[in-house]
């Protein structure tokens, strides 16, 4: 038999009192930003809070719970760790949730946000969908029209998909083996200040960054070098968007840091996730930031999907409870291994069949080599005609880089991903005869 539950806590007292801030955050948000409020039924959810068991509860849309067909649900680790939802666990991993999160995961993600980070202040957290769903609700409320946007060159594939639909003004900076170049986002600051012509509207300020293991070059930006565009943004009054799905994969001696830790300025949106660490099926990403915007992300959750999905929370939660910080710690060590590895086999594998074909970078973090093949100009044949039926697949270059005024993109450069390639597969020419692909050959 199921329990009611006491209505969820819902923060609108403290969204409502988001003018501590210094900063006016409603100038980096277009009209949607600008207008989004919270889903009035959820406000209203809150009023009752605190009204006593046994009321009547007229006022809830909620499902009741005697229909739900689950009598419990018992999920099993590979770590011999096992759990069984029932009774009021079962209750929430079933009925409607919190648009941040389920509460007591929504609590553990922050505490694991400010163990690994230490923001500079206290920085909200709130539950999201994946990382996907954390740069596409944060692009909405801010990107328009003419608007400038701040991109590596080249980026993150999806990223330039979410963009696309607000044709905003590009700005492309180019990256060498430490990630983008300050000099270079510099540069293209004073240029957009320039093509704005002052227009404060318009003006530059977003920037979108991979920072650890950047999907597709695999750069990490130093620490030194974090700094300095943290101070750049600073000065130019930039907010950065930093999606940072590979910062536990991270294969240097010390650990990396995110501008989240740098941020005393209340500039930085910081989306992460478990899904490259425990498993992107169950859709759990956390994004952190200054309050005024990430309650703009819940409110948009609220009438969006509503919430992330209750049992994905709840069984994330529960495994989390199990492992402690120690378990997770041990996760990620596993998960750093089984990808360094394989990094270290594709480099060693690169460095025996393609060396003098192709330029790449070693990544330092994340799943990606970035290569650019040498005297070819154009391998989208190479890579969709020959080696695709041949049973190799590479994504080609040009997908990674935004779209650019009067000039193609560079079309002689593949992401290599090894994080889904077994190590026999990497290199197969211990088990069968190596592939039959010449990479010099004339298209
Ligand atoms: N951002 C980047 C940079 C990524 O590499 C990925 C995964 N390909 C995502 C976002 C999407 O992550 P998720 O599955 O958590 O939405």
């Known amino acids: 038999m199921f329990h009611r539950s006491p209505p969820q ?13 210094s900063m006016d955050y409603s100038k980096y948000m277009n009209e949607v930003g600008k207008s989004r409020h919270p889903a009035v039924l959820r406000v209203m959810e809150s009023m009752y809070i605190g009204i006593p068991e ?3 509860e007229f006022a809830a849309g909620k499902v009741d719970p005697e229909i739900f067909p689950f009598e419990s649900i018992s999920v099993k680790l590979k770590d011999g760790n096992s759990f069984c939802l029932e009774g009021n666990d079962l209750m929430n991993a079933v009925q409607y949730q919190n648009s941040a999160g389920y509460p007591p995961l929504r609590k553990q993600l922050k505490e694991m946000v400010r163990h690994f980070h230490k923001p500079p202040y206290d920085a909200e957290t709130i539950l999201i969908s994946g990382h996907q769903d954390g740069v596409c609700k944060t692009l909405e409320m801010m990107l328009e029209k003419g608007k400038s946007v701040f991109v590596a060159d080249p980026t993150y594939a999806s990223g330039i998909e979410m963009m696309r639909p607000y044709q905003p003004a590009y700005y492309t900076i180019r990256e060498d083996a430490d990630g983008i170049i300050p000099e270079l986002l510099i540069e293209a600051l004073e240029r957009s200040k320039k093509d704005c012509g002052g227009d404060p509207k318009k003006m530059g300020n977003l920037l979108y960054i991979v920072p650890n293991g950047s999907n597709p070059s695999g750069t990490v930006i130093p620490t030194k070098r974090k700094k300095e565009i943290y101070k750049i943004a600073c000065d130019y009054d930039l907010l950065i968007l930093e999606d940072d799905p590979y910062f536990f994969h991270n294969y240097q001696e010390e650990d990396s840091i995110s501008f989240l830790s740098l941020d005393t300025e209340r500039r930085v949106i910081r989306i992460e996730g478990l899904s490259k660490l425990m498993t992107p099926g169950f859709r759990i990403g956390m994004a952190t930031g200054p309050l005024p915007i ?10 969006s999907v509503g919430h992330l999905s209750s049992i994905s929370m709840m069984v994330i939660h529960k495994t989390l409870e199990k492992w402690g910080l120690e378990g997770f710690n041990k996760q990620v060590a596993y998960v750093r291994e089984v990808y360094r590895k394989r990094r270290d086999l594709a480099l060693a594998s690169a ?12 990544p330092r973090a994340g799943m990606f080599i970035w290569m650019e093949v040498i005297g070819v100009e154009d391998i989208l044949d190479m890579v969709l005609k020959r080696a695709a039926p041949k049973g190799v697949m590479v994504v080609p270059g040009l997908t ?4 650019r005024e009067g000039q193609d993109p560079p ?4 992401r290599l991903s090894y994080s889904y390639v077994k190590m026999e597969d990497i290199d197969r020419s211990h088990s069968s005869p190596p592939l039959d692909i010449d990479i010099q050959e004339p298209m």
Do not use: A, D
């Open 411 to 414: 079309k002689n450069c593949f």
């Open 294 to 303: 990430i309650e703009k992300m819940e409110w948009h959750m609220q009438v």
């Open 54 to 56: 046994g009321c009547v």
């Open 9 to 21: 806590r819902f923060h609108s007292e403290k969204m409502e009192n988001s003018t501590g801030y």
């Open 351 to 362: 460095e025996k069949y393609l060396k003098g074909l192709v330029k790449y970078n070693i």
């Open 400 to 403: 990674f880089f935004v779209p």
